[in-house]
């Protein structure tokens, strides 16, 4: 079985100063995980994801996350935030299940960007 | 350009009315998804599709039934079953189950009144 806790459900920054989008994870087995974002009637875009290499994970736009087994977590940060960051971000977690992977999402952070 | 297309953007119906949202790709991937999304909650699997002719139940099944009789084609039918039926649908797709990646439509919102 496999979760995701998003532990904010809207975070607000002001432009210019750091972003942090907190994910919890759990998983029975090594799991991938991913951020994706989500503007206003829009799709979902990838942002970053890892998948059991570097810990340390760089994605678009300047966003970063970083996998922490030992607290089961993979937060989402950038250090300088950006009127266009204004958007849903959903933490996702998948699990190896011998070619029927699924993705289970978080439900979501909305992040705003106070000028 | 490669991509998923999703259409219409905005749908309204009457209850009781069956209708059928486009997912089209021409990315070449095999696997497609079906995923509704409420307000407040994450994305839920409705179905998905390995490959031709050969579609499963995700978590949301209830109400909603698929087809795939083409590779780069995933419609989904939402039934007058469907209790709960508005909400904005995405539809998805990627190289396989196993890909890490999926890629995702601009969605549908559907209004039943």
């Known amino acids: 079985a496999q979760s995701v806790t998003q532990l904010d459900s809207h975070v607000s920054v002001s432009e210019g100063t750091p972003v942090l989008l907190r994910c919890n994870y759990s998983?029975?087995?090594?799991?991938?995980l991913f951020w994706y974002v989500q503007h206003p009637n829009k799709g979902l875009q990838l942002l970053l994801k890892?998948?059991?290499?570097?810990?340390l994970v760089k994605g678009i736009n300047g966003f970063e996350a970083e996998f922490k087994k030992s607290e089961t977590s993979f937060h989402l940060t950038k250090p300088s935030a950006h009127m266009s960051d204004a958007a849903e971000y959903f933490c996702?977690?998948?699990?190896?299940?011998?070619?029927?992977?699924?993705?289970?999402f978080g439900t979501g952070t909305r992040l705003t960007i106070i000028p | 350009d490669g991509g998923i297309t999703q259409s219409p953007k905005y749908l309204f119906r009457k209850e009781g009315q069956n209708v059928t949202l486009s997912c089209e790709q021409n990315l070449n991937h095999d696997a497609m998804y079906w995923y509704r999304q409420d307000p407040g909650q994450g994305l839920r699997l409705i179905y998905y599709?390995?490959?031709?002719?050969?579609?499963q139940k995700g978590d949301i099944a209830e109400g909603y039934s698929v087809s795939r009789e083409k590779k780069e084609s995933f419609p989904l039918t939402v039934t007058s079953a469907q209790k709960n039926p508005t909400a904005f649908y995405l539809c998805?797709?990627?190289?396989?189950?196993?890909?890490?990646?999926?890629?995702f439509g601009p969605g549908t919102r559907l209004t039943v009144t």
């Open positions: 998983s029975s087995y090594s799991p991938s």
């Open positions: 996702v977690v998948r699990s190896p299940n011998f070619g029927n992977e699924k993705l289970t």
């Open positions: 599709s390995q490959i031709v002719n050969d579609f």
């Open positions: 998805a797709s990627s190289e396989g189950l196993a890909s890490y990646e999926q890629y």
């Open positions: 890892y998948t059991s290499a570097a810990t």
